[in-house]
C-alpha cells in the first residue's frame, strides 16, 4: 500500500495540470479507487482533492510572482478555463488573490510534495477478528450528518438524544443478528472522506434478512461479505477514533485486506453512565486485497 500511494502521489506530480485516471491506477496496482482514496485520506491527513489542488496552487503561484505571463494565460496553463475560477482555488489555498501575490510576493502557503514512508510500530497489538457474515439489514433512525474526524459529533449527538427513551429500548429489543445491541452507523461516506463532507448516520441495530422493518424505521441494506472487527477500550471517543486511525496506518498495510465499499458500524458493548470509557467493537467492511 505504501508503494501505491507514492505511485499515486507521482500520477498527480505528472498531470498536476489535467485530470488523471485514479481507478486506472489502482487496477493497474491490484487495489481499488474506493481503497487508495480512503487509505490517502487516513494517512496524509486530507483528501486526495485537497491534496492535489494544494499542489496545483503551490506551483501557480511561482508563475504569478514571476510575472512573465498575465493571469488568464496561467489559469489556463493550469486547468482553469477563467481568471475567476483560478482566483477562487488560488485564494483558497494561499489566503490572497492572485493580484495580491503578484504586487506583494505573498503570503504564500506551499503544498510539499507528500512522500509515504512506512514507520515500524505496531507495539501495541490491536484486538480483531475477521467475521463472515450473510446479507442482513441496519434498521432505526438515519439522518445527513457532517464528517468530523476528532471528537464528539454534534449532529450525532443531537440526533441520538432527540430519541426518547423508550425508543433506545425498543430498537435494542429488536435486534436479532449480529452486531449485537444498539449500533453507530456510518453510510454513504465519500471516498475521500474529506472532514464536513456529508454522510448518513443511523442508530439503529441488525436484523436478518428475513425480519419485517417496522414502517417507520429507516433500513440500510448490507450484502453478505466480510468484516474486520476491531476492538477498542478506554476514553470515549478519542480510545475509538485511535483505533480508527491504526487500521489505515498499522492494520491495513501488515494484512491482505483492503475496505470494500459498505457502511462503518460501531457497536457498544460497555460503557460508564457518562459514556466517558466504553468499550466497543468497530466493524469495516473489507475484502481480500
Not at 36 to 50: I, N, V
Not at 60 to 69: C, K, L, N, Q
Request: proline residues 8%.
Amino acid at each position: 500500500m505504501i508503494s501505491a500511494l507514492n505511485r499515486l502521489v507521482d500520477l498527480v506530480e505528472k498531470h498536476l495540470t489535467e485530470e488523471f485516471d485514479v481507478g486506472g491506477l489502482a487496477a493497474a496496482l491490484g487495489t481499488t479507487e474506493y481503497h487508495l482514496r480512503r487509505m490517502f485520506s487516513s494517512l496524509a491527513g486530507m483528501p486526495l482533492s485537497e491534496y492535489v489542488r494544494r499542489r496545483r496552487m503551490t506551483v501557480a503561484a511561482a508563475d504569478v510572482v514571476r510575472g512573465e505571463d498575465d493571469l488568464l494565460s496561467i489559469a489556463v496553463r493550469h486547468g482553469y478555463g477563467s481568471t475567476e475560477a483560478f482566483g477562487r482555488a488560488f485564494r483558497a489555498v494561499h489566503g490572497a488573490s492572485p493580484a495580491d501575490v503578484r504586487r506583494d510576493g505573498g503570503p504564500l502557503r506551499t503544498q510539499p510534495h507528500l512522500r509515504f514512508h512506512l514507520t515500524v510500530e505496531g507495539s501495541i497489538p490491536m484486538d480483531t477478528r475477521l467475521v463472515d457474515r450473510p446479507a442482513f439489514r441496519l434498521v432505526g433512525h438515519a439522518a445527513r450528518v457532517p464528517l468530523i474526524h476528532q471528537g464528539i459529533n454534534p449532529h450525532i449527538q443531537r440526533h441520538i438524544t432527540a430519541l426518547p427513551q423508550e425508543e433506545h429500548a425498543r430498537l435494542k429489543s429488536l435486534g436479532d443478528a449480529e452486531p449485537g445491541g444498539l449500533l453507530q452507523v456510518c453510510d454513504d461516506v465519500e471516498p475521500d472522506a474529506a472532514e464536513g463532507s456529508e454522510l448518513t448516520y443511523l442508530h439503529g441495530v441488525a436484523l436478518t434478512r428475513d425480519t419485517p422493518v417496522p414502517d417507520d424505521l429507516d433500513a440500510i441494506e448490507v450484502p453478505a461479505g466480510m468484516w474486520a472487527v476491531f476492538r477498542t477500550s478506554g476514553p470515549h471517543p478519542q480510545a475509538l477514533q485511535t483505533a480508527w486511525a491504526a487500521t489505515a496506518t498499522e492494520w491495513f498495510p501488515s494484512n491482505p485486506w483492503r475496505l470494500r465499499p459498505g457502511p462503518s458500524i460501531v457497536a457498544i458493548l460497555e460503557r460508564a453512565d457518562d459514556f466517558s470509557t466504553a468499550t466497543c467493537e468497530l466493524w469495516l467492511p473489507v475484502e481480500p486485497s
